[in-house]
């Protein structure tokens, strides 16, 4: 089943979701839908992404990273652009200091990136382009790309509230 001239269809199940949880997608220059689907493997022991392909009508592994211990998932999908998105997630125990996992597709291939070091489990993405890209973490911190010009001013006290 497919989406044709407005009407809603089922796409089939049997392409390999086990846990299917966030979708991010644009029509890039040529108008060809890029979208991308993420999911936590069998049994949330790993995450993975999928990227969908039009002729055929399914969607097709692109990334799959598993943990020795059974744990993991992908949380988050974001991009700006057809050749900028990013996926989020966790391997291994959750609230380790270094199970966080930050991937980033420039349009040829998804690669981990792990510039900013050690991070826990992220919970979310989301951003403004692709200069402003913002990340929740399970410590309660926010990780912040930005390749803008920083200012320079600095936050002199934690907030008053913080959101558990």
């Known amino acids: 089943s497919r989406w044709i001239d407005g009407d809603w269809k089922f796409m089939l199940t049997d392409f390999g979701f086990c846990a299917a949880n966030r979708l991010w997608g644009l029509r890039d220059r040529k108008d060809i839908?890029?979208?991308?689907?993420?999911?936590?493997?069998?049994?949330?022991?790993?995450?993975?992404?999928?990227?969908?392909?039009?002729?055929?009508?399914?969607?097709?592994?692109?990334?799959?990273?598993?943990?020795?211990?059974?744990?993991?998932?992908?949380?988050?999908?974001?991009g700006p652009a057809e050749d900028d998105n990013y996926v989020v997630g966790w391997i291994g125990e959750k609230g380790a200091a270094d199970a966080g996992r930050v991937y980033h597709n420039d349009g040829r291939a998804w690669k981990r990136d792990a510039s900013m070091g050690a991070i826990p489990a992220p919970t979310a993405i989301h951003g403004s382009s692709r200069n402003d890209v913002w990340v929740t973490l399970t410590d309660g911190r926010l990780l912040h790309y930005s390749a803008a010009t920083t200012l320079g001013r600095k936050m002199s006290a934690p907030p008053a509230v913080s959101i558990p």
Request: charge should be negative.
């Open 33 to 78: 839908l890029r979208l991308y689907a993420i999911d936590s493997d069998r049994f949330a022991n790993g995450l993975r992404v999928w990227r969908f392909n039009p002729p055929e009508e399914d969607f097709v592994l692109e990334v799959e990273e598993k943990s020795e211990d059974n744990w993991g998932a992908a949380v988050g999908i974001w």
